[in-house]
């Protein structure tokens, strides 16, 4: 008699599923816990036993989701990079002009930059990416595929007597605006948001009119 074949797991029954929901809510409280260390005393000196201690896990634990604190601060790195992707994408599928559409998301865009817990974060990050290589290396990977996004949608609003440079001159300067509101957050917090979108409209606008 035949031995029977190896059952694998049916799809249908959700057990896979199931065990992913729970390592990604894992990884989650994990992500959680790396942010509250890092607001507290910077990614430099937070450990991961610190880490792990916020987080209510063993040191064995947590290396069971990530296998060191570079990899922790990638998967935060990677979180913001998927709310970017989705930002750009609301802008590209929404109907109208171009331009339109990026004024009518700018409140909403000039909030993400001034909320103080997502600044402080991306803070820190940069801070360590200018000590740690390999933090570096995710941060520029994750930076250039945003502006490869970012390039690739506005290239609706390029006009045809722009050279490369140019047109790649005026995504740099968006990028630096929204950049200063993040540095802006942290030296002026009290700063009104909404009296700076009439502002950063005027500032874009003019980047991308006709010469």
Not at 95 to 117: K, M, Q, V, Y
Request: aromatic share 4%; net charge negative; hydrophobic share 45%.
């Amino acid at each position: 008699m035949n031995a029977s074949p190896l059952r694998r797991p049916d799809p249908a029954n959700g057990v896979p599923d199931e065990r992913a929901s729970k390592v990604q809510a894992r990884r989650d409280q994990v992500l959680t816990a790396a942010v509250e260390c890092a607001r507290t005393a910077g990614f430099h000196a937070a450990s991961m036993a610190q880490i792990a201690k916020a987080a209510g896990l063993s040191v064995g634990q947590i290396y069971r989701y990530f296998e060191n604190k570079e990899e922790i601060i990638a998967a935060l790195v990677a979180r913001e990079a998927a709310s970017t992707r989705e930002a750009l994408s609301r802008i590209d599928r929404s109907p109208g002009p171009l331009l339109d559409t990026i004024t009518a998301h700018l409140p909403e865009e000039i909030d993400r930059c001034l909320e103080p817990g997502r600044t402080a974060l991306r803070l820190e990050i940069l801070a360590e990416a200018a000590r740690n290589p390999a933090v570096a290396e995710t941060v520029r990977e994750a930076d250039a595929r945003e502006t490869a996004l970012s390039a690739q949608l506005m290239a609706r609003l390029r006009r045809p007597e722009w050279s490369d440079e140019a047109f790649q001159a005026r995504l740099e300067m968006v990028g630096l605006m929204f950049d200063g509101l993040q540095t802006l957050a942290v030296r002026r917090p009290e700063v009104d948001g909404q009296a700076l979108t009439g502002r950063l409209e005027a500032m874009i606008g003019l980047l991308f009119a006709q010469d």
